[in-house]
């Protein structure tokens, strides 16, 4: 009976990170991503996280140059490179839902890990980052509200983001 219960649990689980990542519009940009994330962490698809936008805390995990020329609207800056969690003001009730996300999930799947180490417990990764939410027609803006642009890390990277302005700067 045991061995049963378990191999429902194993098919409910996969079905669940299926889904997420058959969210991922672009066949081969799903196949990278199964391959550069380890999935150390839980997954939201772009259609689940706008659902959820009003009362989730998005955390952006690219650095402060890529966030300035545009984000997620009401993201902060939580930056990768030199994260820190005590210099980001994040929510007194660890059971807040989070949101992290970058260009294509990587980093923030990374950060997203040092949050759930520090007992923050409704942490997701962003699956496919900001790229996908570009990519499936969300907005995105800046310190002057709406914008196209979005930072696209480097020209390796700048190959997944098929909607928007590419910015490398």
């Known amino acids: ?14 079905l669940f990170h299926f889904s997420v990542f058959s969210q991922v ?47 997620i609207p009401g993201a902060i800056p939580a930056g990768y490179d030199h994260f820190d969690i005590q210099q980001i003001k994040l929510p007194e009730d660890k059971n807040k839902a989070i949101i992290v996300y970058c260009s294509v999930g990587y ?5 997203s890990e040092k949050l759930i180490q ?9 699956y496919g980052g900001l790229f996908e939410w570009v990519n499936q027609g969300f907005p995105v803006v800046n310190h002057s509200g709406a914008t196209r642009q979005v930072h696209a890390y480097d020209r ?7 909607k928007g302005e590419k910015v490398y700067k």
């Open 1 to 14: 009976m045991h061995r049963y219960r378990l191999l429902f649990l194993l098919s409910f689980l996969s």
């Open 25 to 71: 519009k672009s066949g081969a940009y799903r196949i990278m991503l199964q391959g550069l994330l380890s999935h150390s962490v839980p997954e939201i698809g772009v259609q689940e996280a706008v659902k959820k936008q009003s009362e989730t805390l998005f955390l952006d995990a690219r650095e402060l140059r890529e966030f300035e020329v545009s984000h």
């Open 107 to 111: 980093r923030s799947e990374k950060i």
């Open 118 to 126: 520090a007992g923050y417990r409704n942490v997701s990764n962003l």
């Open 156 to 162: 390796t990277w700048g190959v997944w983001l098929k």
